[in-house]
């Protein structure tokens, strides 16, 4: 199911740029995502609409309320506050809070912190329902899920700043080597370079905090992506180990044969921001493993008599096998209908095969090392 990004100034209600803007809960585009869906996520990232089962209820972070699905907006809570969750219609705000019905949300917060920034809400004096909108989501950090069994689980993001700070350091590095990986076959550059102890202790760092993270994340998380981070995270020790002894033999390693280790990072850490893998990046990381795997095969032929060539078989076998996962997991239920998400996995697997046949092109006259 797809993800949809928010737009951050469009208080009170959630716009969604690539839908047009604010859409109604009742009919519609948005009404066809939420009967197709078994879970809608909402965090200042955006909206994701899931059709995925989602792993047990967590206890301790994650609050719940019973909420069903309204025209007025994405549910209501069903108790004596009926608070309205995202309404689309009007958002307004008791000029008093204290005539607001309380409920485990509304007495979590009082009225200066759930929402500090201009909410574009109006003031209705003797209101006595709270609505959740857009700044609660923003303004609070929140993540909320709704169900389609009539549950709303909410709970405040605790990611600290310094954590997403090297979180998003790393994936700039991530991204400068694939570039650098890019700019070097433009210019037809030898690209055999041995990996370097930072580039090992890095790889190793971000390893141990996914492996981390993924046993700590396994809370209303799809069930099904915590099982292709697990195979994320195997691939990447498999890798590391080939890396090692390719080293030890002193046989130089392809900076280009990191870009399926550094795509797969870049996969566990969108996961780990996103909490799923069906995020705006999903197609692009997908395509750039699909090239790499592309050139991998393309490049057996040149090594099939070499010592190693079971070696470079059986990595072939297991790009291929975290492929596979990738476009099932991933790419597939990134669209609303199956055949769009037919369509996707087709798109990832040509234009990964035409860009690695071009890769291989390019760099077959410099060096025949995979």
Known sequence: MPFITLDEQSFPYLRFPDLGGVLPWSHGKLYAMRLASTSVRASPRGVHFSSNDLSGTCSGTWQSLPCMPTQEALCETRDASRMLVFPNRVVDVPDDWSHIIQNAYTSHFDKDSACVTRTGRSISPGDIRYELSLCDLIDSNLEIITSAEGHMMWRQDDTVTFEVVLIALFALYCVSCVTDNIARLIRRENTDTPVTPLQAFLVAIV???????????????????????????GFVFFEALFVYFKEKDSKPRSRSQGVSVITALLFLL???????????????????????????????????????????????????LVLTAILDVAVFPSSLDP???AVAQASVLFLGFLFGLVSRVATAPISEEL
Do not use: Q
């Not at 993924?214 to 292709?228: A, E, S």
């Not at 393309?298 to 291929?320: F, N, P, Q, T």
């Open 339 to 341: 055949i769009d998400g």
């Open 270 to 320: 969108t996961f780990r921001i996103y909490h799923s893998f069906d995020t705006p990046y999903t197609i692009l990381l997908s395509t750039l493993f699909a090239t790499r795997s592309s050139y991998k095969l393309l490049s057996y032929g040149k090594h099939c008599c070499e010592s190693d060539a079971i070696a470079r078989a059986i990595l072939l076998l297991v790009d291929g």
């Open 207 to 233: 390893w141990v905090y996914m492996v981390v993270r993924t046993i700590t994340m396994r809370c209303l998380v799809p069930g099904n992506h915590i099982y292709l981070a697990s195979i994320l995270l």
